[in-house]
């Protein structure tokens, strides 16, 4: 068993080392955080922090660990999942010969369990290495001279972020190990594999109902609590802001056949050209409704978070011109940043993961255009489109995330009986949107350039292969 696991992990090594960067991200994030806490908790004792910033310093490391602990939870299963998609046809195969069920789970897991312990520990590196940057950021930001900070690196913290870590990890694995079990043996007779996509169960319905009455509910409990708070009811706001923000990404990304599926199918239909390029992209985004929702959602995340905290700040900064709130004095780009900084890295990981990913898949779509016809300049068009496509989609779902991020705010003030304006900062949006136009397209468009050069049988073959 233990041949096949390793054998099995080098015919996959281009799949597993896309998940490794999504494990190295979220373990990172999960012992961050935690490790801020502990040293935060430290410092405060040794009475350097003033009384008045106690309360804050004290919520933000906390805030970024459960933002971090549900970042990983949505991107740990998507990544995990595509590694199935990806390797169908070779998990077939061991089926075809004489590999029992749960011989095939096993295996899976097996690789999992290498490839989780190697970004838990790389994860923690990072962590314990750029932890005192970290905590010296959060006292900075709130005006508290960082030399006097008490680093601890406690073991148990550490122990706690990577076992937590590698213990997620192959939670959602145990449900991608019983996918990979139930593979049918006719599997590794396609010639493309994962074309499949998986049936939507209603529990992803219900749960992205039940986010949206959380949403709504945070956004009237803030409004209630925010005028009790006195000062602190403009942190309070911008708090819950970003809970929103966060929150209706998830919410979108589980209806992913309405948000995903249908908006992206609906804005591509009013594009008025024919090219035979943007057909054949179109037309292969669309039949890969599971690939397009797992591949635009940490996409969409980045440029939402990004896009919506550029928003609210700008709000924030015009309203403080015109009224000079001292409730939101401390709401800096910098300190909305240390709310979301480690789901941000997350999210940008998981982006990258999927993308890198599905280039196997992608080569093998183009080599079979090319048999039915298409040079190799509509073929990079295809692979430059489907870019464009995933970026669009996914800046949509952005800018939806912002708007009930920015409802939320806007009513939380009202609480407050501040007017806030709605400004939408138009450099920010095209500098985070074209960022994120160039890495997807690159990542989509550069890994397939080298399959154009071989043969069309041979790229097939090879993915058929894996």
């Known amino acids: 068993m233990r041949t096949l696991i390793v054998a099995e992990l080098k015919g996959a090594w281009s799949s597993w080392f896309a998940v490794l960067i999504s494990f190295v991200a979220t373990s990172f994030a999960l012992v961050l955080a935690l490790l801020v806490i502990g040293s935060m908790e430290a410092t405060i004792a040794t ?3 003033p009384a008045l910033n106690v309360p804050a310093l004290q919520f933000v490391p906390g805030w970024n660990l459960a933002l971090a602990i549900v970042g990983t939870l949505s991107v740990i299963g998507a990544v995990t999942g595509l590694v199935v998609q990806a390797r169908r046809g070779a998990l077939a195969r061991l089926s075809l010969a004489g590999a029992t069920p749960s011989q095939v789970s096993r295996i ?40 006097g900070a008490v680093v601890r690196t406690d073991p148990m913290l550490i122990a706690i972020g990577g076992l937590g870590f590698v213990l997620v990890a192959l939670l959602a694995g145990l449900r991608q190990a019983r996918v990979a079990a139930s593979i049918a043996p006719v599997e590794a007779l396609r010639t493309v594999p994962g074309a499949q996509t998986s049936s939507r169960r209603i529990g992803r319905w219900v749960i992205a109902a039940l986010l949206a009455v959380v949403i709504v509910a ?34 979108l990304a589980l209806a992913a056949p309405l948000t995903i599926g249908l908006l992206t199918r609906g804005w591509t239909a009013l594009i008025p050209t024919r090219s035979a390029s943007w057909v054949l992209a179109r037309a292969s985004i669309i039949a890969k409704g599971e690939r397009l929702a797992r591949t635009v959602t940490p996409i969409a995340l980045t440029i939402g978070l990004l896009v919506g905290l550029g928003t609210i700040v700008a709000s924030i900064s015009v309203l403080l011109a015109s009224m000079g709130h001292p409730g939101l004095s ?11 900084a480690l789901v941000l890295i997350i999210s940008i990981s998981g982006g990258v993961s999927v993308v890198l990913m599905m280039s196997r898949q992608r080569e093998a779509e183009l080599a079979l255009a090319g048999v039915v016809g298409a040079t190799p300049s509509q073929q990079v068009l295809v692979t430059v489109f489907e870019g464009v496509i995933i970026t669009v989609t996914a800046t949509l779902l952005g800018l939806a995330m912002t708007a009930i991020g920015m409802i939320v705010f806007v009513t939380g003030l009202a609480s407050l009986g501040l007017q806030a304006p709605f400004v939408i900062p138009w450099g920010d949006f095209a500098a985070v949107t074209g960022i ?14 080298p399959s154009l050069r071989r043969p069309a049988r041979q790229v097939v073959a090879q993915l058929s292969g894996e």
């Open 330 to 340: 401390n709401a800096t780009l910098l300190s909305t940043l240390t709310l979301i």
């Open 218 to 251: 945070m956004g009237v409990l803030g409004a209630v609590i925010a005028p009790e708070l006195g000062e602190d009811g403009g942190d309070t706001v911008l708090q819950v802001s970003v809970a929103a923000l966060l929150l209706s990404g998830v919410m």
């Open 108 to 147: 899976l897991l097996g690789q999992l369990v290498i490839v989780s312990v190697l970004g838990a520990v790389i994860g923690i590196i990072l962590a314990i290495s750029l932890q005192p940057a970290a905590l010296a950021m959060l006292l900075e930001d709130r005006d508290v001279d960082a030399s």
């Open 436 to 449: 994120c136009a160039v890495v997807v397209i690159a990542a989509t468009t550069l890994p397939a350039l």
């Open 47 to 49: 009475g350097i922090v």
